[in-house]
Structure formats: structure tokens, C-alpha cells
């Protein structure tokens, strides 16, 4: 009888760069999967550098075509990097948390080699998750683009003026705007800054985007939810952008040039989150946000 095919046969392992935590982490991870006969590459950028001998180590598009699950050990941030960076190869991706608060890395170090081998069982929580594209665009095309997983924002940068633009929703003025910036907000990113900035906490599961003012100068402009197929476009009303900005995911950013529109809408393709058969969005909730800690001082 022919012995059934692993689930995930070969992983691949992302990481935190030049953080001890996080290599402790990937030399256990690496054990554990050395012991249930897991094939393992080691992300050149990240993981590689950490000197594991015997392990190849890959750019990150080959890792995306040889890897049947990426594992990226750090923060929120690790994983908003890793799964950007590899979104076009509808691979699925698995968070252990060595950072701070870690709304997407949700697996323990102290509860890594339990959750792990039910993944590798075949029992984990599929997670699809959707990006944003944004675009700036000139009249002779465009110019930039980037990826969110969490959320675009328009901001200042180097000054202490309002931005004045205009917004757009497939093509239909929304409003004149005068405020510190604009978030844009998948699900994903409404418990990060767009919270922060007092925006609605929204499920993942809701196919929406949510557009969170930063500090306008007139109170009713309040956060608003849109469908999650709706083109968001971004008009300034001023002349010169060298003290604008904008970021993806608070990581990498678009330069804007003179005259230039920003265009967001939805990426085409997902993010394939998984989590341990534990995972519960609104327990990652209460335990994240402290819901109900009757020991807050």
C-alpha cells in the first residue's frame, strides 16, 4: 500500500532579520520539521542569513514556485511582508508569533510544536485574506504601484499642513477633504491604524474597504465602509507633492509627481492565510484587545 502524501510537503521559512527570538524560533522550527521528514528552504533575505548549515536558501519568487507553505516567524509586520511579497503564487502562509501584539501571527512559541504538527495533520483554519493595489497615475500612465495587506494611506511628510484633496468612489465625488492623510483599509488592517484613527472594527469575512480620516478639519467627516469592488480614487487639489506620501502596509511607499492621481482597488488575488484548528477571529479579539480584562490599570 502506497503510503498517502504529506500535507505541506516542503515548507519554507521567513523570518524577522537579526532578531535572537526569532532564530531561536526557526532552529526549533527547523528540528520540527526535520522530524516529521519535511523538505525545508530558508528565505535568502531573512532566514538565510541565519548560518542554519545544510539548508538551501532561495529568493523569495522561487521560494513562492518550490514551497507548498511558507511559515514566517516575527510580528504582524514579518507576515504583511511575507505575504505581499509572494500573493502571486497562491501559496499558504503560517504566522508564529515574535513580536508584539500579533493580530496574524497567532501561533505560540510555547505552543509551536502542538499547532504545527496539526497543521502538518492536515487540521488547520484556511484563511483568505484580500489585498489592496494601489496605483499613482499620471496622464501618460502610471507611474507606481504597491500592495497592502493592511491598508493605504496618504499622509504628510516633513511639514505640519493639511493635505486638501478630493475622493473619489468608482468615478463619483465623495467629498473635499482637508485632514492629515486618508487611510484605505482592508478588514485586515481595520484593527491597525484605521482603529487607531477610529475607524470600525470589521470582519474579515465582509468584502469591504474602509476609508478612515486622519484628523480632518471638519468633525462630520467620519470613516466610511464600501464595497470591496468599488475603485477608490485620490485627487489633490494643491501643487507639489514632495511633502506627500503614499505607504502600503506602512512599509513601502509611492512617490508622487506632479498632477499625479492615486487609484485604489482590490488586488485580483488573496492571501492564503491557515491557523492552527484552535484559531477564533473574535477570541484573537478580546484576547488582543483585552475585551472584558477586569485587571486593566
Not at 505541506?8 to 527570538?21: C, N, Q
Not at 521528514?37 to 529568493?59: A, C, F, M, Y
Not at 493635505?163 to 482637508?178: A, K, M, P, S, V
Amino acid at each position: 500500500m502506497n503510503n498517502p502524501t504529506p500535507h505541506f510537503p516542503v515548507v519554507a521559512i521567513t523570518g524577522k532579520p537579526d532578531d535572537p527570538s526569532v532564530t531561536e524560533t526557526v532552529g526549533s522550527l527547523v528540528a520540527l520539521l526535520q522530524r516529521h521528514g519535511r523538505e525545508i528552504i530558508l528565505d535568502k533575505q531573512s532566514t538565510g542569513r541565519l548560518g542554519l548549515d545544510g539548508l538551501p536558501s532561495v529568493d523569495r519568487n522561487e521560494l513562492g514556485t518550490r514551497a507548498d507553505l511558507v511559515i514566517s516567524v516575527g510580528g504582524d509586520g514579518t507576515l504583511l511582508n511575507t505575504a505581499r511579497s509572494l500573493v502571486q503564487h497562491d501559496i499558504a502562509i503560517l504566522g508564529v508569533n515574535r513580536g508584539r501584539l500579533g493580530f496574524l501571527v497567532d501561533v505560540s512559541p510555547s505552543r509551536l510544536e502542538a499547532e504545527l504538527e496539526a497543521v502538518l495533520s492536515g487540521h488547520f483554519v484556511r484563511d483568505d485574506r484580500t489585498l489592496l493595489q494601489a496605483e499613482s497615475v499620471g496622464s501618460d500612465g502610471v507611474h507606481g504601484s504597491g500592495l497592502a495587506l493592511n491598508d493605504v494611506v496618504l499622509h504628510r511628510w516633513n511639514t505640519s499642513r493639511m493635505i486638501d484633496f478630493r475622493t473619489y468612489i468608482n468615478g463619483e465625488l465623495l467629498n473635499n477633504h482637508r485632514s492629515d492623510g486618508l487611510i484605505i483599509s482592508t478588514p485586515t488592517g481595520s484593527t491597525a491604524y484605521a482603529m487607531a484613527s477610529g475607524g470600525p472594527i470589521t470582519h474579515p469575512g465582509v468584502d469591504a474597504m474602509v476609508l478612515v480620516p486622519i484628523c480632518p478639519h471638519t468633525l462630520s467627516n467620519r470613516p466610511l465602509v464600501i464595497p470591496g469592488n468599488s475603485v477608490v480614487e485620490i485627487e489633490l487639489n494643491e501643487t507639489g507633492t514632495e511633502h506627500l506620501r503614499v505607504s502600503c502596509d506602512s512599509q513601502d511607499e509611492l512617490r508622487l509627481a506632479e498632477g499625479d492621481r492615486i487609484r485604489i482597488r482590490q488586488h485580483p488575488q488573496q492571501a492564503h492565510l491557515i491557523h492552527p484548528p484552535s484559531h477564533g477571529y473574535f477570541e484573537i479579539l478580546r484576547a488582543k484587545l483585552r475585551w472584558g480584562d477586569t485587571n486593566l490599570r
